[in-house]
């Protein structure tokens, strides 16, 4: 089956970037999704990407796709403390819900 | 749009009481999906809908757990009876269909006592 699998905590420093990794196992994921949830707070949409692009730039945050290493990237420039959440990658092959992973804290340290 | 809206925001409740959970989606959206997230399993999928239709509750976790969508702007989710280890955060998500992405509700906080 589906798998999204990321890294738990991330931690830097205000002013830094900020990389959230993730990799998936299905090969036929044609969507790729990141989220951000504050606390007490849902899941907000940030970023998407379809997979026949290898990155995409919104602002700040930048999304590098590796199909062949099924390898999903986020980066966050120029980090602020209101980044500090949880932020979750999903994919879809846009056959059947979407497949989340675990999450990744990030702690952002004045 | 108002968003997803869910109600309530918060329910404490004994261990055997009846919880009903309710969403309303996106007006337009097609596919309604209920979530649990604890800080043990993370975020897990309990069943979603296309176009009133259950099609897939694999994620349900036992009988206990039963979920309508009665129509395309209301969906319940009911656990009856309640016990202590489904406290969790209920979320309620929709998209226009089942493989684009999905927006979220402000969540249900379930505290079983």
């Known amino acids: 089956g589906e798998d999204v699998e990321q890294s738990l905590f991330l931690s830097v420093r205000e002013g830094d970037s900020s990389v959230i990794n993730c990799t998936y196992t299905?090969?036929?994921?044609?969507?790729l999704y990141w989220y951000k949830q504050e606390p007490g707070a849902g899941l907000q949409l940030l970023t998407y990407i379809f997979s026949n692009m290898d990155m995409k730039q919104d602002q700040r945050l930048t999304v590098l796709l590796n199909k062949k290493d099924k390898h999903l990237s986020l980066r966050i420039a120029d980090t602020q403390t209101g980044d500090s959440a949880i932020y979750f990658c999903?994919?879809?092959?846009?056959?059947?819900?979407?497949?989340f992973g675990s999450g990744t804290r990030l702690q952002v340290q004045p | 749009d108002a968003g997803v809206i869910q109600s309530p925001r918060h329910e404490v409740t004994e261990m055997g009481q009846e919880v009903t959970l309710r969403c309303k989606p996106i007006?337009?959206?097609?596919?309604l999906f209920w979530y649990r997230q604890t800080m043990m399993r993370g975020l897990e999928l309990l069943i979603y809908f296309n176009n009133n239709v259950p099609i897939d509750d694999s994620g349900m976790p036992e009988d206990r757990f039963s979920a309508k969508m009665p129509n395309a702007s209301f969906s319940t989710l009911k656990i009856q009876p309640s016990e202590p280890r489904d406290s969790a955060v209920y979320f309620c998500a929709s998209s226009l269909t089942s493989g684009e992405k999905l927006f979220f509700g402000s969540g249900t906080q379930l505290s079983v006592l």
């Open positions: 007006s337009g959206h097609n596919s």
């Open positions: 299905d090969s036929s994921s044609t969507y």
């Open positions: 999903a994919e879809t092959t846009g056959r059947r819900a979407l497949t």
